[in-house]
């Protein structure tokens, strides 16, 4: 029987054992997609106790503790830290065979030497152990994100963001370079027209700019994509439930734009043309800049009434979509493809159902000017864990080049989620290790060595320029 979280964890055999710890283990990190906040990497924030950077805006802990029967007092409401903790702890011993229970002693392992089981009986020891290194300089946000190796992390930026932190980071001795990302959702989100009326308000206020028609509105928007590039950014993201492609000609945008700013109705195919013109153009100017955008596609988002209206977003009301992403992912890529104007591309999807939609979609527009330049990103949100990461990795083998693929990223909102990355590295290894011992590969270990070091972090370095 293998000891729980042993150095050998997920690795089940001798050769998946050298690759890793030859190879993967202490490779750094690049995690070119989070929601951390700048603002706290900026003030090298100092956490009071495990509950605020352990708890606090973790979605999925949140879900498991109200599946646990926890009251929502203890998760988003107004009970203390201490008692937030209580509850979390009470929770974890029920969340074996959840990807938490995995995540969250890696956690304590990793970043505070803790290799107790977290339960009620544990709880105030870990409490207090934790909570007393978090008062330490080397606990800091940036001590924090250093004893991970974290080289560089990319934030995610609405447009009308002031990018202030960016800017006093740029100039501190921060180890970790932290670059924003470009996410305009909201300025393309034509379902709200009372939401998009008043981001745009906001937007003329930025720019010192009248904005009552639709060029007007494109300028300013690149006004804000300079003004992030001038800022380091050369990433740009958007969170979907479907591709927008939607044939449309500037005489109908205009049109509709007019009728956004006077607030009247639009019918459906013109809310898609208007979503569809918006996407198009952001991507014109991600190739223009020579940036990389991203695509997460197929969430369905705020599905609680009762709870959004209480809570607000991201807070564990989401869930897996189950619309078509095919056709419409195919005619955007292709219309872009066909001006010589796809940018560099990453497509991620929730729905393991579309796995090998994506493996085979990103093989129709490589182009041989850059190696994987077309991507389909790591296994992401619900699929993050043990067999949605098999999976990926197994479907991008069979499709595509899998030593091309530039690996892993966080895609969270806590500083203690980076050993989801050493999770990946374990399950990579572990997958080449038993294609060796089942002599389906050969065992030349410098060459799988520097394919692994490559997923790890080269080939995302060389992807990204970072």
Sequence with gaps: MKQFLDDNFLLQSKTAEELYHD?????????????????????????????????????????AMRANGINEYFITGAASDWEKFEKWAETIPYTMRNPLYHWAHLELQRYFGIFDLLSPLTAKKIWDECNAKLQTKSYSVQGLLAKMQVKVLCTTDDPL?????????????????VLPAFRPDKAMNSDDLIGLNEYIDKLEILCELSIN???????????????????????????????????????????????IRHKEPLSEKENL??????????????????????????ALRNNNDRLFQSIGPDAGFDSIGDSLQAQALA????????????AKTILYNLNPAHNEVMAAMIGNYQDGTVAGKLQWGSAWWFLDQKDGMTRQ??????????????????????????????????????????????????????????????????????????
């Design 213 to 259: 028609d639709y060029d007007n509105y494109l300028f300013a928007l690149k006004s804000r994509h300079d003004f992030f590039a001038e800022n380091g950014a050369s990433v740009s993201d958007h969170g979907l439930e479907n591709i927008y492609s939607e044939n449309f000609t500037e005489l109908e945008v205009r049109h509709i734009f007019k009728k």
């Design 23 to 63: 190879f993967a283990k202490d490779m750094p990190i690049i995690d070119y997609h989070n929601h951390l906040s700048p603002e706290q990497i900026a003030n090298d924030h100092q956490f009071d106790n495990i509950t605020q950077v352990w708890l606090n805006g973790d979605h999925y802990k949140w879900r």
């Design 331 to 342: 005619r955007f890529l292709n219309k872009l493809d066909s001006q010589n104007k796809l």
């Design 273 to 298: 043309q208007f979503k569809s013109a918006m996407l198009f153009q952001f991507a014109l100017w991600n190739h223009e800049k020579g940036w990389v955008q991203q695509f997460h596609l197929g």
């Design 393 to 466: 990795i197994n479907a991008l083998s069979n499709m595509g080049l899998l030593s091309r693929f530039i690996g892993m990223l966080t895609d969270s909102r806590s500083f203690l989620s980076y050993p989801r990355h050493e999770y990946f590295r374990r399950l990579l290894c572990d997958i080449f290790g038993n294609d060796v011992e089942n002599g389906e590969l050969p065992f030349d270990k410098e060459w799988l060595g520097k394919l692994i070091q490559d997923i790890c972090y080269n080939n995302a370095k060389e992807y990204f320029k970072f």
């Design 161 to 177: 963001d002031s990018l202030e932190f960016h800017q006093i980071l740029k100039n501190s001795d921060c180890s970790t370079q």
